[in-house]
T-cell receptor, first 108, second 124 residues
Framework: EIVLTQSPGTLSLSPGERATLFCRAS???????FAWYQQKPGQAPRLLIY???TRATGTPDRFRGSGSGTDFTLTISRLEPEDFAVYYC?????????FGGGTRVEIK | QVQLVQSGAEVKKPGASVRVSCTAS????????IHWVRQAPGQGLEWVGW????????TYAQRFQGRVILTRDESLTTAYLELGRLTSDDTAVFFC?????????????????WGQGTMITASS
């Protein structure tokens, strides 16, 4: 099983600032099978990025996914009020599918 | 529009079973895999398994093997999760989510459409 470790656990930032979220996999997989989700309280997760760097339909271009091998990054260039949420990484290249533990982006 | 609509919250006694439904609309139900994901209160996401709505084939995460059954009813465009021998650790929200096309050579992909979630509470 591929274990995904996200860091930091919590990111305290102000609107307009840049957010950088990290996800490290316990073993190398294909980077094309890596996704990021956003989840707000009481809602289902929403797909932001798939294939490590491809924005899903409706994802604003301030969200950028990058990385390969075991290290992946989600960057939000300028935080908007609606971006404060929890973000999860996911690998879907091998079974079982696994998710990271999440990074909470909160308003400072 | 494409959507997955799940059944309502359930409260069950430990040891009981629960069934959650996930009804698809806005697309061809048999064309995409359906996956299920569990989220305990305040916790992260945990993959449960998938069902191929076209064939009925299933695969389960090891920790749920023997306790979960995924099925589907093509005529109702609905997928079902049944979880047995509930314990308090099963108290969680269960989500269904749409996976890849069933004509792909893999059932694994990112999840582009999610149900709203169903809260299952196992408590005496």
């Amino acid at each position: 099983e591929i274990v995904l470790t996200q860091s930091p656990g919590t990111l305290s930032l102000s609107p307009g600032e840049r957010a950088t979220l990290f996800c490290r996999a316990s073993q190398t997989g294909s980077s094309i099978y890596f996704a990021w989700y956003q989840q707000k309280p009481g809602q289902a997760p929403r797909l932001l990025i798939y294939g490590a760097s491809t924005r899903a339909t409706g994802t604003p271009d301030r969200f950028r996914g990058s990385g390969s091998g075991t290290d992946f990054t989600l960057t939000i260039s300028r935080l908007e009020p609606e971006d404060f949420a929890v973000y999860y990484c996911q690998q879907y290249g091998s079974s079982p599918l696994t998710f990271g533990g999440g990074t909470r982006v909160e308003i400072k | 529009q494409v959507q997955l609509v799940q059944s309502g919250a359930e409260v069950k006694k430990p040891g009981a079973s629960v069934r959650v439904s996930c009804t698809a609309s806005g697309y061809t139900f048999t064309a995409y895999y359906i996956h299920w994901v569990r989220q305990a209160p305040g916790q992260g996401l945990e993959w449960v398994g998938w069902v191929n709505p076209r064939t009925g084939t299933t695969t389960y995460a090891q920790r749920f093997q023997g306790r979960v059954i995924l099925t589907r009813d093509e005529s109702l465009t609905t997928a079902y999760l049944e979880l047995g021998r509930l314990t308090s650790d099963d108290t969680a929200v269960f989500f269904c989510a749409r996976g890849p096309l069933t004509y792909y050579d893999t059932p694994y992909d990112s999840f582009d459409v999610w149900g709203q979630g169903t809260m299952i509470t196992a408590s005496s």
